[in-house]
């Protein structure tokens, strides 16, 4: 009966999806808050068309950029058997375990718990969808131990976590991207906060924060030429180069790489109207509660879960993230003991650098280096679990392309630390559980009780140095 009911639920999501789902909550949110229904449903409008928004553009670019990076990725002629089939494949494969299933529900009713006893202030229900990444893990330790038992306690552990990281950078994420008390919570890219928070202290402690690299400054010293479109356009034209190299004698390589080039450009100048009109879905929201927060004395601040596509076009996330597709493909070719291929997901990077950006206020430097760090000891993780993956894939109806082949998802699963707390839970070891949750209880209370100095902190550092 259960089942039946969560399978019900994960297909009227699955049919619907974030872009009728996400409006459709904050519709029901912004009731609850007192705004007048024809404010609450034009918010909801304006979600909806930013929501497809992003997704006409971001697919449109990615079906261009795709062939590009196949072809680098052919180009090298390395053998590396564990095939990158993307987040997408993921996606699938999660829904489709009975682990994924019964965990739709659970996640829904612990996150909407947390939210409204206060415990967290990221309202992650917004988000459903991105939920699967949590599943993949419990359904690669329900698969070796068949115990759903460790299994759905595993993916409830990753989730507070999660939940606490997106609050340490909620501010952060929405000051940046500019959408006022939302914040990003996708598991596959908040696992890496406490990395990120290291990698921007270290990187400015060595220097790295008079290095004066990112959209701002380099549109004020370049002018024209340091606009955003004009970036998009030589960081394109890079990629097509390096996609077309063994064809650049071809006429039809260099219209490859005319056309990614403006394409990238494109997206750095559509992007950014695409994400003012999603963030204008968000303005009747906040109005209403700082009405009913100074009527009722209030304190609280909260924050709205969106999806990870909000922040992609930011023209430092994508910058840093198309840099990145060369670099990490690079470096696959001469990491000891990798065996991973990235290729689906490498043009999902500029998603995958968000929290980097966000908390390095742009500075492509620090991003750069703090993402192929992070990023190669996840082709490491990718490396290790590929088997294991493999088997639930296989066990979900997914074809190998042929035998001695695993498969993998660069973007969901080259992540060390949901890779830590995997390995705790599979060791099932009490005292390493313990201490794992222990270790949570830690961070989340020594976090609330010095909030605000550290996201003041997270705020100014760095900025008195990088500031044009």
Not at 110 to 128: G, H, I, P
Request: proline residues 4%; contains cysteine; charged residues 10%.
């Amino acid at each position: 009966m259960l089942e039946t009911f969560l399978s019900g639920l994960d297909k009227i999501f699955s049919t619907f999806g974030a872009a009728i789902f996400v409006p459709v909550i904050l519709f029901i949110i912004a009731k609850c808050m007192g705004v007048t229904a024809k404010k609450a449903f034009n918010s909801a409008l304006l979600c909806g068309v930013g929501l497809t928004g992003f997704s006409l553009v971001i697919n449109s670019f990615t079906g261009i950029i795709v062939p590009v990076v196949n072809s680098m990725v052919q180009n090298t002629g390395v053998n590396l058997p564990t095939l990158d089939t993307g987040w997408q494949s993921v996606s699938v494969i999660a829904y489709s375990t009975r682990v994924g299933v019964i965990f739709i529900g659970i996640a829904i009713l612990v996150e909407l718990v947390l939210f409204f006893t206060k415990w967290s202030n990221v309202f992650m229900a917004s988000d459903l969808w991105n939920n699967y990444s949590f599943m993949v893990w419990g359904s690669m330790i329900y698969a070796i131990t068949k115990n759903m038992v460790l299994a759905m306690a595993c993916m409830i552990v990753q989730l507070l976590y999660v939940l606490l990281f997106s609050e340490v950078v909620a501010k952060r994420w929405s000051t940046h991207y500019q959408y006022p008390n939302c914040c990003m919570t996708a598991p596959h890219h908040m696992e890496g906060v406490p990395f990120a928070l290291f990698m921007n202290w270290f990187l400015g402690l060595i220097g790295f924060n008079k290095i004066k690299i990112n959209a701002e400054t380099i549109q004020k010293k370049f002018g024209i030429f340091g606009e955003p479109m004009f970036i998009g356009l030589v960081v394109g034209a890079i990629i097509g180069v390096i996609g077309n190299f063994a064809h650049l004698g071809e006429l039809s390589a260099w219209g490859s790489v005319t056309t990614v080039a403006i394409s990238t450009a494109a997206v750095m100048a559509v992007f950014p109207k695409v994400g003012g009109i999603f963030a204008s879905a968000f303005t009747s929201l906040t109005d209403a509660y700082k009405a009913k927060a100074i009527k009722s004395g209030e304190g609280r601040v909260w924050y709205l879960a969106v999806n990870d596509a909000a922040g992609y076009g930011e023209p430092n996330t994508l910058v840093t993230g198309t840099l990145l597709i060369p670099i990490m493909l690079g470096l696959a070719f001469v990491l000891p003991g990798n065996t991973m291929l990235p290729m689906a997901d490498l043009v999902a990077l500029p998603y995958m650098v968000e929290v980097f950006v966000c908390v390095s206020h742009g500075n492509i430097a620090k991003s750069l280096v703090s993402g192929a760090v992070w990023f190669s000891l996840g082709l490491v993780v990718c490396s290790t679990l590929a088997p294991t993956f493999t088997e639930i894939a296989v066990q979900a109806g997914f074809q190998l392309p042929q035998a001695g082949v695993y498969v993998m998802s660069f973007g969901i699963m080259a992540h060390p630390l949901m890779a830590g707390l995997f390995y705790a839970f599979l060791s099932k070891n009490p005292i390493i559980i313990g201490l794992i949750v222990v270790l949570y209880f830690v961070l989340y209370f020594g976090f609330k009780k010095n909030k605000d100095r550290i996201i003041d902190w997270i705020e100014n550092y760095g900025m008195e140095k990088t500031a044009a």
